[in-house]
């Protein structure tokens, strides 16, 4: 398959409508390029198969292939229900407690004592992704009793959301543990933290993962924007989880938060997510709406590093379609007129490191001779993401030693990452450079390319020496 570059990338969950081998095949030719696997759902069984024919692929195509795992986190439902569902009146009362005995109009259990204990008068309670409003007016460590706001039906096993209210329990259940444990076992390149309200949350994860895999962090609670700077420092990636986000907080505030962790990810050089409802239509149809394409549209011109399809690609009935049309309208925007200056109106200032100036001058040296591609070795993968940090107009052409670390960078903005040998001497490193470039369709003959490397080789963060070359 030829190289047809595009800077934003496409991540595509796997579900029952796209977990076969040629369905897996199908997504990654219509242009996924990361590919999660959802441990809300399926069981490990299905998600070792998954992993087995995308290294398969991997293998066969001789390009780097991300997999994502997304754990499940803390859920919050409320108990059972005698008659399965009910009615609740705007106005009235309606009591949540302990009791494990069935509900009714009157009071429904709630077996989560951790709420009950962040829980305060005048606190609202959001039920099925939103649609029932309660507010608190007394409570105690084992009950609360509310006044119905939004009524309507309720039924048995129905989600519970506190908005703005930080719930002392770690977002690692035991089932995400187990989770976690098979998926680094199995070899994962990125592990997606759900519910992250606060730093602790991610330094817990990353005792365990112990750099295996890169950490994403999921941002769907709004206590999590409040300390958003530093979440982001203890992440390797964030994804604005706009369902959640949705839910706990008003709909007109959810495009502003996008923006905002968007820019805060790009100042940072982490490679940030746009997510949820992207396609949403396209679960039952063969087109999306003009709004959706806007939406996709939207987030490439913010820059974001990747778009997510969720339902779309994983349950729909237009998996591949739901990844062509996203690949497609990530092209268009690309090649728009307008495109570039509102990147770089965005663009974070370098800071004040050798490595930062390096990779800025790469940037101006690569546009200021129209170079084919900054081509970038690295071991870590931070020479490649400071890179891809400056949003370039060329294409960054990752190589490096690892396997890890060129499918981890396949998530990140405008790199296209392959394993290689490491160089020994400069002028090996020169060489492999213009030979890469060219055989992998990027340059031909004549063409200049900026090269960025540390010295010595080897040295992760070190990147410290710019070279310009000619492919012969």
Same mark, same amino acid.
């Given at each position: 398959?030829?190289?047809?570059?595009?800077?934003?990338?496409?991540?595509?969950?796997?579900?029952?409508?796209?977990?076969?081998?040629?369905?897996?095949?199908?997504?990654?030719?219509a242009g996924a390029n990361v590919f999660r696997?959802?441990?809300?759902?399926?069981?490990?069984?299905?998600?070792?198969?998954?992993?087995?024919?995308?290294?398969?692929l991997e293998h066969e195509t001789g390009r780097p292939i991300a997999i994502l795992a997304d754990l499940q986190g803390p859920k919050f439902r409320i108990g059972k229900l005698a008659d399965d569902k009910v009615t609740l009146e705007p106005g009235a009362t309606f009591h949540l407690d302990l009791n494990e005995d069935p509900g009714d109009q009157h009071r429904a259990p709630l077996p989560h004592p951790e709420l009950f204990r962040a829980l305060?008068?005048?606190?609202?309670?959001?039920?099925?992704?939103?649609?029932?409003?309660?507010?608190?007016?007394?409570?105690?460590?084992?009950?609360?009793t509310t006044e119905v706001v939004d009524g309507g039906g309720l039924s048995s096993r129905k989600g519970v959301s506190l908005p703005g209210v930080v719930i002392p329990v770690s977002p690692l259940t035991d089932k995400d543990r187990r989770d976690l444990d098979f998926a680094l076992a199995l070899g994962v390149d990125w592990i997606a933290l759900s519910f992250v309200q606060r730093p602790d949350d991610l330094?817990?994860?990353?005792?365990?993962?112990?750099?295996?895999?890169?950490?994403?962090?999921?941002?769907?609670?709004?206590?999590?924007?409040?300390?958003?700077?530093e979440i982001i420092d203890l992440s390797?990636?964030?994804?604005?989880?706009?369902?959640?986000?949705?839910?706990?907080?008003?709909?007109?505030?959810?495009?502003?938060?996008?923006?905002?962790?968007?820019?805060?990810?790009?100042?940072?050089?982490?490679?940030?997510?746009?997510a949820t409802q992207m396609l949403e239509s396209m679960i039952t149809e063969a087109t999306p709406t003009r709004a959706e394409a806007g939406d996709v549209a939207n987030a490439v011109y913010e820059g974001a590093d990747a778009v997510m399809l969720s339902a779309e690609t994983a349950a729909g009935a237009h998996p591949i379609e739901a990844v062509a049309m996203m690949d497609r309208i990530i092209r268009r925007v690309e090649q728009a007129a307008n495109y570039r200056m509102l990147l770089d109106a965005a663009l974070a200032e370098?800071?004040?490191?050798? !490595?930062?100036? /390096?990779? &800025? %001058? @790469?940037?101006?040296? !690569?546009?200021? /001779?129209? &170079? %084919? @591609?900054?081509?970038?070795?690295?071991?870590?993968?931070?020479? @490649?993401l400071r890179a891809a940090r400056e949003r370039p107009t060329a294409p960054i052409l990752c190589l490096t030693g690892s396997h890890a670390t060129a499918r981890r960078l396949?998530?990140?903005?405008?790199?296209?990452?392959?394993?290689?040998?490491?160089?020994?001497?400069?002028?090996?490193?020169?060489?492999?450079?213009?030979?890469?470039?060219?055989?992998?369709?990027?340059?031909?003959?004549?063409?200049?390319i900026v090269i960025t490397a540390g010295m010595p080789f080897g040295t992760p963060g070190a990147t410290n020496m710019l070279r310009i070359a000619w492919v012969n």
């Open positions: 398959m030829a190289l047809q570059h595009r800077n934003a990338k496409i991540i595509a969950t796997i579900g029952p409508a796209s977990s076969s081998p040629e369905a897996i095949r199908a997504l990654w030719e696997l959802n441990f809300s759902h399926g069981s490990h069984s299905d998600h070792r198969a998954v992993h087995i024919a995308l290294r398969a305060a008068p005048g606190h609202e309670m959001l039920i099925d992704d939103g649609r029932l409003r309660l507010r608190v007016t007394a409570c105690d460590d084992r009950t609360a330094a817990e994860l990353r005792k365990t993962v112990q750099g295996r895999a890169g950490v994403l962090a999921k941002l769907e609670k709004p206590a999590a924007i409040d300390r958003l700077e390797d990636a964030v994804m604005v989880a706009r369902g959640d986000l949705g839910v706990e907080m008003p709909p007109e505030d959810v495009p502003i938060l996008q923006k905002l962790i968007v820019a805060a990810s790009r100042r940072a050089g982490k490679p940030v997510v746009v370098p800071q004040a490191t050798a !490595a930062d100036a /390096i990779t &800025a %001058a @790469a940037r101006q040296v !690569a546009e200021t /001779i129209s &170079a %084919a @591609a900054i081509v970038t070795y690295t071991t870590s993968g931070s020479t @490649a396949v998530l990140a903005w405008g790199i296209e990452s392959f394993f290689t040998h490491d160089a020994k001497s400069v002028e090996e490193m020169v060489d492999h450079a213009q030979t890469m470039a060219r055989d992998r369709g990027f340059a031909k003959r004549g063409d200049s």
